[in-house]
T-cell receptor, first 112, second 116 residues
Framework: SAVISQKPSRDICQRGTSLTIQCQVD?????MFWYRQQPGQSLTLIAT?????????ESGFVIDKFPISRPNLTFSTLTVSNMSPEDSSIYLC?????????FGPGTRLTVL | AQKITQTQPGMFVQEKEAVTLDCTYD???????LFWYKQPSSGEMIFLIY??????QNATEGRYSLNFQKARKSANLVISASQLGDSAMYFC?????????????FGGGTRVLVKP
């Protein structure tokens, strides 16, 4: 199974600012996924990040708001830009491992 | 489009008893995978069990078993001998196997509270 770490684990931010979340995997993976979980809700996919190409965003998510970088096969970042209280969520990165999909520990973001 | 439905928002279960969490899915693709994840209050997503659409046997992993009824499009999770540490949110998810972008689609989740 893949071991995934995320930084920061949690943060409290002011509205209008941006936060970059890092995701590190202990093995090379082709695709990395970024999910958002709003309070009391299920997980929703934000985008899929392949190394060396633009991320593919799901409906309702745009690159200007959630820019993603994927500089190599073990690392990715998600930036939450111009934050508002509605962005308060847990953000999780995920990778495929064999037949299943593993998740990082999540970044708990609170926007004031 | 794929859809996952979990109709039980919350459940109580007595310690040491078994509990069944319901999950129904909808897809027109013949090749797909079904997953169950546990999310404790810490927020991490813990993979529990997987069932492929072509698997003949129901999946089992320790105290977890998946009751896969393909014709009914259901994939219920059974937790046997519940423990206090099983108290958490449980999510059913589906992944359709495609050439690219094998994303997971999640159900709304079921909160389980194990009573001593």
């Amino acid at each position: 199974s893949a071991v995934i770490s995320q930084k920061p684990s949690r943060d409290i931010c002011q509205r209008g600012t941006s936060l970059t979340i890092q995701c590190q995997v202990d093995s090379q993976v082709t695709m990395m996924f970024w999910y958002r979980q709003q309070p009391g809700q299920s997980l929703t996919l934000i985008a899929t990040a392949n190394q060396g190409s633009e991320a593919t965003y799901e409906s309702g998510f745009v690159i200007d708001k959630f820019p993603i970088s994927r500089p190599n096969l073990t690392f990715s970042t998600l930036t939450v830009s111009n934050m508002s209280p509605e962005d308060s969520s847990i953000y999780l990165c995920s990778v495929e491992g064999g037949y299943t999909q593993y998740f990082g520990p999540g970044t708990r973001l609170t926007v004031l | 489009a794929q859809k996952i439905t979990q109709t039980q928002p919350g459940m109580f279960v007595q310690e040491k008893e078994a509990v069944t969490l319901d999950c129904t899915y909808d897809t027109s693709d013949p090749s797909y995978g079904l997953f169950w994840y546990k999310q404790p209050s810490s927020g991490e997503m813990i993979f529990l069990i997987y069932q492929g659409s072509y698997d003949q046997q129901n999946a089992t992993e320790g105290r977890y078993s998946l009751n896969f009824q393909k014709a009914r499009k259901s994939a219920n999770l059974v937790i046997s001998a519940s423990q206090l540490g099983d108290s958490a949110m449980y999510f059913c998810a589906m992944r359709v196997v495609k050439a690219a972008g094998n994303k997971l689609t999640f159900g709304g989740g079921t909160r389980v509270l194990v009573k001593p």
